[in-house]
């Protein structure tokens, strides 16, 4: 029932940039925070950047200063603006939302393909 759907992604040279988007259809009521993740061939799915609830965010160190979650409570979208893009951001991201009950339980987006050239 709930569904949480994905556009942006694509090619960007290095240096670009690139807006992510991502739709909740579902009971928001129940949701704590939004987030985006991305996983890379060969390698673990990873934590990007995330946003709770009453407004509090989450980087991890490698886009810290790039990267800059963000939302619109009206449309249940979250958003992923990418500056400054490097060809090791490449991956598949991912939208995520995480559940007040039961405590924690994600929903996943099918994954939107980001590129990054040299």
């Known amino acids: 029932q709930e569904r949480l759907v994905e556009s942006g992604g694509g090619l960007v040279q290095a240096g670009g940039s690139l807006r992510l988007s991502c739709v909740f259809f579902g009971r928001i009521d129940n949701i704590h925070s939004m987030g985006w993740y991305r996983q890379a061939p060969g390698k673990q799915r990873e934590m990007v950047a995330q946003?709770?609830?009453?407004?509090?965010?989450d980087y991890a160190d490698s886009v810290k200063g790039r990267f800059t979650i963000s939302r619109d409570n009206a449309k249940n979208t979250v958003y992923l603006q990418m500056n400054s893009l490097k060809p090791e951001d490449t991956s598949v991201y991912y939208c995520?939302?995480?559940?007040?009950?039961?405590?924690?339980?994600?929903?996943w987006g099918q994954g939107t393909q980001v590129t990054v050239s040299s």
């Open positions: 995520n939302a995480k559940a007040l009950y039961p405590m924690g339980f994600p929903y």
């Open positions: 946003m709770t609830r009453a407004g509090s965010t």
